[in-house]
């Protein structure tokens, strides 16, 4: 049991040993100095959301707050460390709320030692399970800077669903890990919120994960985000290239952006030239533009699954159009891709010319408009594009050819204008 008058006498022991009156110390935490009064008197105890900031600066861990006295100097502990177990568990506690599934499937929530699953599939004569890990790279820096923390978990989540829909798999379960140096209870709530809203857009569902509290390892403020996906796809239906033919057209679907690639390239140009950040551009600012989270295409391509009308699909990540679709074209065949017909969002051209860029390297280090593409046989490619245009822009950029050396050829040059 919690004493609040002992709570009260150790509060303003430790306020007044660091020589501050109520006020002050209220004005350090955003309260009133009527609310410190009502806790030194045991009125009333600190509220889980200031309590944290008021051990920082009293000096102390949540833990001795509650206990009303401070443990002896000698004596080491987690609390001291860094780490203050009290307060985790009461961030654990407001995450729960965010693992609320009504996936019948999920067998159990927040608490376990691991997440039970079921993967009984007796409409899948085959099933495989498909599984993938992802992180957002360092976009998540800047999302965490300008204030994006909830969207960073929409581009994770998405680009996680993407790659393993690029296979015809549908999203099951997710695990994500979040490790910080110091936990603070508004970011790990919006964290897991956004990840657990991004699954559910997604059709599948966040099962569980780790927060992992390190403090001598990564700095106060900074968030380190991670995740694991698995998905399932029957056997038989698996899409992996290999049925790709001569004279199967290639596919474009749009992106809305940058997606998760390239940030490392554009971060450096914002420290070269700080004035861009709030640029318009498209309609937007440059920070609105950059921070756009990644198109998610799962939904836009599941009703092709399984119907033999994709041969090939990838997600154009890291390495653009060549370093992906190379991926998924059998020996013997090659993608000819006309750059000329990628139809090229404003800000891949503001980077372009701001940066200096060759077209070579842009189109390496980004989408450059196509987030996503896809081989079809050429008689189903009319019927493909109406389908995925219901949701993103789609358009043909190319063809598959016969070559003994060659998995894509790139000809003709970007429209940058």
Partial sequence: MLNSVRIGSFIMGKR?????????????????????????????????????????????????????????????????????????????REMAKHLETKDPRVLNGLGPFASLYDISFPGLKEPVLVLKSEEPGSKQKLAMEYGYTESICHDM???????????????????????????????IAALVKGIAEACREN????????????????????????????????????IDGSRTEENDAV?????????????????LLMDRMPEIKLDRVGGMTFIEQIMKPHTPYYKA?????????????????????????TRVIPDG????????????????????SHGNISDEEMLRAFNCGAGF?????EKYKEQVIEHVSRSY???????????????????GRVNWL
């Fill in 16 to 92: 007044r040993e660091l020589g501050l009156t109520q006020q002050q110390l209220a004005d350090r935490l955003s309260v009133s100095f009527q609310a410190v009064s009502k806790w030194e008197t045991g009125t009333s105890y600190p509220n889980l959301e200031v309590l944290c900031d008021l051990a920082t600066a009293l000096g102390v861990t949540v833990d001795e707050i509650l206990a009303g006295s401070e443990k002896a100097a000698e004596g080491l502990s987690y609390g001291k460390a860094g780490v203050d177990i009290t307060y985790t568990d009461a961030i654990k």
């Fill in 157 to 187: 989540i998405n680009h996680l669903v993407n790659d393993i829909a690029v296979m015809g798999a549908r999203p099951l379960a997710v695990l994500d890990t979040i490790v910080c140096g110091s936990a603070e209870k508004e970011t």
């Fill in 203 to 238: 059709d599948c569902a966040l099962v569980g994960g780790e927060t992992s509290i390190q403090p001598s390892v990564v700095e106060h403020g900074v968030y380190v985000l991670t995740s694991s996906i698995a998905g399932i796809a029957d056997r038989t239906q698996i």
């Fill in 251 to 267: 596919l474009a679907v749009a992106s809305n952006g940058l997606h998760t690639n390239g940030y490392s390239l554009v971060r």
């Fill in 301 to 325: 391509i599941r009703g092709l699954f399984g119907k033999g009308l994709l041969h090939g699909m990838a997600h154009i990540t890291g390495g653009g159009l060549e370093g992906n679709i």
């Fill in 333 to 352: 065949l090659c993608a000819e891709i006309e750059l000329s017909r990628l139809r090229v969002p404003e800000i891949f051209r503001y980077i372009r």
């Fill in 373 to 377: 593409c896809l081989i079809v046989p």
């Fill in 393 to 411: 822009a789609c358009y043909e950029i190319g063809r598959i050819v016969k070559d003994a050396e060659r998995k894509i050829v790139l000809e």
